[in-house]
């Protein structure tokens, strides 16, 4: 389907407008995608919580509530920008912006099925790392920006986190990529079609490698039980306290695309991207591999959805603890054994 | 970029001035894509964006207020410097106008791969002997600042923190 688009605009339009013109619309489709992945993943949140709760949930607005999460966003654009009269207005405001087009460049390079990919980098998994390590920029400065003690402390607290974390994410991803040899996401995905999933090839590392990716990716996203960045409790809202309107839903956005994308590099790295389990639909042409790639996202985010709503928030000094005295020994360790597991091929 | 450039020294906010310097680093490693250097590009994120400039702001957060402002620059060290910064970059473009720069032929994007093996090649032309000469630098960097950050008591944390550099 993208290459009859792509050559009905080429045989219709100059090259140089033609090829601009692909590009707004990859950056449109993307925008969307973008939006809607968002709604929907707020009001799925909603549902899941009501779920374990016991509760029903949004069911106002459309049947079962599915308009719900359309009306907060209408509200909330129409809402006034308000912001008090001693922030740092330049950083307050850039803030909002930083933390969302983060989360979308690092959206751009997953690939949702072979031929659906915007940006086929041969660095991968390493561009990934990069733009997620500057997402925490905005967060920091956002807080510090509205000159609030809450906001401040929320910031600080994030970027402790997020700190200690990324290392344990790179490393765990770093396991992984012993084991395919490449950083290229579609190559990745490759690799698995034969010798099955890479969480199957990989057997104990690449399951002690998932564990230690899942945790410190939910921690990563500022999700409960390690979203002390925002605990309701003790500091208002976080680092998003002074914030009204858009500039809060984009925070809030960008808190779900990144545990969409955190999900997705699950998905790539040791599912199998959009291939299907057992090669069920390979023969089938018509069948969109989308469905699967989407499929296996949905679900990990139910996992990450389930953690939020049974475990309860950690300490600062349990977070750190955690994560310098468990993960990173564990991680280290890991590496070093599939190093081993490679290197005396007993690769499944 | 070099308006960002500016701003940044000019800016008499610091965390503002740190935001500029972020805006012309990813500047830079924005040059690098545009050349297909991605690996070169992503470093550059990773080691000053992410690294780098995450620290300055970390420092900025822990002691400064958002509505303190620097004092203002003397006009006459605003001079020199500016006259020291002119020298450099004739100094530069000089270099640059002069060296004589071939086109090269056959031309393909470096592969991550290539740069981890020449990384560790001990033959001709390999680089394994200041990859180890940058780590015995980073370890005694480690060792130094858990040193620094323990004093008294015992706190390894700030140590460790340093070690993501």
């Known amino acids: 389907m993208t290459k009859s688009i792509h050559d009905w605009l080429f045989s219709i339009l100059p090259e140089g407008i033609a090829s601009i013109t692909e590009m707004v619309l990859i950056a449109v489709a993307y925008l969307a995608l973008f939006a809607i992945a968002g709604l929907y993943l707020v009001l799925l949140e909603r549902k899941v919580a009501a779920w374990f709760q016991l509760r029903l949930g949004p069911n106002r607005v459309g049947p079962f509530g599915i308009f719900q999460t359309m009306a907060d966003a209408l509200k909330l654009v129409s809402k006034e920008l308000t912001s008090t009269d001693r922030v740092d207005k330049f950083l307050y405001n850039l803030a909002p912006y930083f933390v969302i087009v983060t989360a979308l460049l690092a959206m751009t390079i997953f690939p949702f099925s072979k031929q659906l990919q915007a940006f086929d980098i041969n660095i991968g998994m390493f561009f990934l790392l990069a733009i997620s390590s500057i997402g925490v920029i905005g967060i920091l400065v956002g807080g510090w920006a509205s000159n609030n003690k809450y906001a401040l402390i929320g910031a600080m607290r994030s970027g402790l986190q997020t700190i200690s974390y990324e290392l344990s994410v790179g490393l765990s991803i770093l396991t992984m990529v012993l084991l395919t040899g490449s950083l290229q996401l579609s190559e990745i995905i490759e690799i698995q079609r034969t010798g099955g999933w890479l969480i199957w090839q990989g057997h104990i590392p690449a399951i002690i490698a998932f564990m230690i990716f899942m945790i410190a990716g939910t921690a990563e996203t500022n999700r409960a039980p390690f979203d002390l960045v925002e605990a309701e409790s003790e500091l208002g809202a976080g680092f998003h306290t002074e914030y009204s309107g858009m500039k809060f839903a984009y925070f809030f956005l960008a808190e779900f695309i990144n545990m969409f994308i955190i999900a997705s590099i699950a998905v790539v790295l040791f599912f199998g991207g959009w291939l299907s389990p057992f090669g069920i639909t390979e023969g089938i042409t018509w069948f969109p591999e989308v469905f699967w790639f989407f499929i296996k996202v949905l679900l990990i985010i139910f996992l990450m959805m389930w953690f939020r709503w049974t475990f309860p928030r950690l300490r600062v000094d349990q977070l750190l603890t955690l994560e310098w005295k468990y993960l990173l020994p564990i991680n280290l360790v890991n590496i070093v054994f599939m190093a081993i597991v490679i290197w005396l091929n007993w690769i499944l | ?165």
């Open chain 2, 1 to 165: 970029m070099i308006v960002f450039a500016i701003a940044t020294v000019s800016s008499r906010k610091v965390l503002r001035a740190v935001m500029y310097l972020l805006f012309v680093l990813i500047g830079i490693s924005g040059i690098y894509f545009l050349i297909d250097y991605s690996f070169l590009g992503a470093i550059q994120i990773v080691v000053y964006g992410g690294g780098v400039v995450v620290l300055f702001i970390f420092s900025v957060l822990l002691i400064h207020h958002v509505e303190l402002e620097l004092e203002v620059t003397p006009l006459k060290k605003k001079i020199s410097a500016g006259i020291l910064s002119a020298v450099g970059l004739g100094i530069t473009l000089w270099a640059i106008l002069t060296y004589p720069f071939k086109t090269a032929n056959s031309y393909q994007s470096i592969e991550v791969e290539e740069i981890g093996r020449k990384l560790l090649s001990y033959e001709d032309g390999g680089y394994i002997l200041p990859f180890e000469v940058i780590s015995i630098l980073l370890l005694a960097v480690m060792i130094g600042a858990i040193v620094i950050a323990k004093g008294k008591k015992l706190g390894l944390k700030e140590g460790e923190i340093e070690n993501r550099e």
